[in-house]
Nanobody, 127 residues
Framework: QVQLVESGGGLVQAGDSLRLSCAFS????????MGWFRQAPGKEREFVAA????????AYADSVKGRFAVSRDSAKNTVYLQMNSLKPEDTAVYSC????????????????????WGQGTQVTGSS
């Protein structure tokens, strides 16, 4: 069964940058589209970013567009979320997810399309 392990979270000041990593194992990384979601205290989980199998197609939530960037490295079986210009409202537990995709250019924005989830990493922003 696919295993996903996130890392890189922490406490940041407004305006800081942070890069999250998600290590993929026990599967064939290149067969999966990958996503990042977050859940703030008392709120529902929300979509943050997604990337296709090939890495050539990406999607972002409006709230992070222009500040966050998702990428993947097939040599390292890892997907990244570069977060810039962080705001206090970015505080959440960030989780990565993987969903099998037959189309190399396809990505998913719905949580229901993902098959596997990591346990998450906490990002706490302060003003």
């Amino acid at each position: 069964q696919v295993q996903l392990v996130e890392s890189g979270g922490g406490l940041v000041q407004a305006g800081d940058s942070l890069r999250l990593s998600c290590a993929f194992s026990r599967g064939t990384f290149v067969n999966y589209a990958m996503g990042w979601f977050r859940q703030a205290p008392g709120k529902e989980r929300e979509f943050v970013a997604a990337i296709s199998r090939s890495g050539g197609s990406t999607a972002y939530a409006d709230s992070v567009k222009g500040r966050f960037a998702v990428s993947r490295d097939s040599a390292k079986n890892t997907v990244y979320l570069q977060m810039n210009s962080l705001k206090p409202e970015d505080t959440a537990v960030y989780s990565c997810s993987s969903g099998i995709a037959t189309d190399r250019s396809k990505y998913y924005v719905g949580a229901y399309d993902y098959d596997y989830w990591g346990q998450g990493t906490q990002v706490t922003g302060s003003s």
